[in-house]
């Protein structure tokens, strides 16, 4: 997709990338990402915020040709991170009369990530304005979604708030505004998208929701994904999704060597779909982490379920806490179910140690010696009660 006019005089310049499968060699990407750069054309000056990613100068560089652009006075850095910074100094290199327009933190950041010299800057204050001749930019510095120097900029005569990685989703798109048909999907991928990357920093979101709430926003105009013409049900979306309360659901992350762990995952599912509690169960060897950090966003529980690999956790069982630590979900409560053939001990000790960060507390685990007897299959419904009865008391 070229260049795409989303209001009089404010086109989107940035590249699609379906074909990207892994973001931060970490996020397995289902449907790609764009790398959303936008060109604000005022009546005196012009503004481009956000660049792309490196691989993709090229588009950004034909887009701007295509527009016939030859003077830009202003590059606005949202977020130093290299898949909107990226080409930054390009772009400078090539409109050397242009300022670069960010934060103290940001600016900062740049010249250590891209090695700006220091007087090619602006820094601004939060709540700054920017005039344009008829356009003004105002700058909302909303840190921590997902780094420290992120801010968003809004067009005052428009209502359009460019968000950054703020209401964004990994999602490519052949077009640029989603219709009605697309809202599922682009729900979807938000989701996704919030629980990779925003889920450790919800409180942060909260505040800067409250930040916002005095801008009347007819668009929202992210660096990720489709562009929000109708913005109420991704801030409705943010809202829950950050809310401090978590839902009635139960996380299963689970891995099973010979069977006995996923004879105990399935009954202890069944289990508590018994006892009205929602399980969202992953099978580690080839779930989808991306999956899985969506269900954590409203889980009041995470079980991890692995059997024992000489006498500690399976790696796979290992990895999944470590990504349930590092993105902080409210959940309440943790507890392990798995099998072992001579000691599990040390699983029990090395899965709670990764998981304590989260100040959950830990319902007695049920790790069990071989294939799952009756009296076992009783201990885990036992777990499943207990598990019923704290969700009565949090809910």
Known sequence: MGYSEISKNIFFVGAVDPKRKLFDE????????????YLVKGSRFSALLDTVDPTMIDVLMNNLESLNVKKIDFIVSHHAEQDHSGVIYDIAKKFPEAAIIANKKGKDMLMNLLRIPEKRFRVIEDGEVLSLGDKTLQFIITPWVHWPETMSTYLKENRILFSCDFFGSHFSFDRLMATENDIEKVMSAAKRYYGEIMLPFASNIRTNMKKLQ???????????????DDPSFIINAYREW????PGNTVVL???SMHGSTKKMVDYFKNSLENR???????????????ELAAALINAATIIIGTPTVLTGPHPLAVYAAYLVKALRPRVRFISIIGSYGWSGKKTLE????????????LIEPVVIKGLPTNGDLESLDDLADKIKEAHSRIL
């Open 253 to 255: 992350p689970y891995v």
């Open 26 to 37: 970490l996020i397995p990407l289902t449907d790609g990402t764009t790398y959303n750069s």
């Open 350 to 361: 090395l899965l709670a140690d990764i998981l304590s960060p989260l100040k959950a507390e």
């Open 242 to 245: 950050s809310s401090d309360k």
């Open 276 to 290: 009205g509690v929602r399980v969202f169960d992953f099978n580690l060897t080839d779930g989808d982490t991306g």
């Open 214 to 228: 005095d801008y009347k926003i007819d668009m929202i105009a992210p660096s990720h994904g489709p562009v929000h």
